[in-house]
């Protein structure tokens, strides 16, 4: 089972913002590193650290965390933003990596 | 550009063994942490592995035992070795480069388009 959780399936209107969360007490010494995955394509990293996107990732995505819950906001959803999220740490022995069970975002 | 791809994969009986590589591009791999991770169809991400720079090697306890990670530095290539492949190893197998920024800020970087293992008699 994974240590780390995640809301089956979120929703959000076209051009609102959505929050995606994921909790695991990893998270409380740990950054959640997030990852968007379109159907048939490999999973892309959106956000690390605390909120930094790589290069050619749209400033509508930002992350935050809180005690053992790291979150992934979209503000502005976009229908290109429909896809899996998966967030993903080290695990609280430290030596093994972890992910969430995914997200599948909705865009209405 | 930074690039992997992966190769190696297909359909394997129960208990057989098969190797994955990663040929690498654009940055080597013997200087970075890579890891491996898998994707049941349908299902989520499953960190399978990792490989320090320096050597050490990692595994998921759901593969430990079974599978060895290695490179090949003339290569500039990664590699997943699976013994005793079960049903549930079916999945796509992604490779990854690791990105340390500090102990406590961990994320995969880049990632290839992933191999397909299918365990089934």
């Known amino acids: 089972s994974s240590e780390l959780t995640q809301d089956p399936a979120v929703s959000v209107a076209l051009g609102q913002t959505v929050r995606i969360t994921c909790q695991g007490d990893?998270?409380?010494?740990?950054?959640a590193s997030w990852y968007q995955q379109k159907p048939g394509q490999a999973p892309i990293l959106v956000i690390f650290?605390?909120?930094i996107r790589p290069s050619g990732i749209p400033d509508r995505f930002s992350g935050s965390s809180s005690g053992n819950t790291a979150s992934l906001t979209i503000t502005g959803a976009q229908a290109e933003d429909e896809a899996d999220y998966y967030c993903?740490?080290?695990?609280?022995?430290?030596?093994?990596?972890?992910f969430g069970g995914g997200t599948k975002l909705t865009v209405l | 550009e930074v690039q992997l791809v992966e190769s190696g994969g297909g359909l394997i009986q129960p208990g057989g063994s098969l190797r994955l590589s990663c040929a690498a591009s654009g940055f080597t791999v013997s200087n970075n942490y890579m890891s491996w991770v898998r994707q049941p169809p349908g299902k989520g991400l499953e960190w399978v592995s990792l490989i320090y720079s320096a050597g050490a090697t990692y595994y998921a306890d759901s593969v430990k035992g079974r599978f060895t990670i290695s490179r090949d530095n003339s290569e500039n290539t990664l590699y997943l070795q699976m013994n005793s492949l079960r049903a549930e190893d079916t999945a796509v197998y992604f490779c990854a480069r690791d990105r340390i920024a500090a102990l406590n800020n961990w994320y995969f970087e880049v990632w290839g388009r992933g191999t397909l293992v299918t365990v089934s008699s």
């Open positions: 650290g605390y909120s």
């Open positions: 990893s998270l409380r010494n740990s950054y």
């Open positions: 993903n740490s080290r695990d609280s022995s430290g030596t093994h990596l972890v």
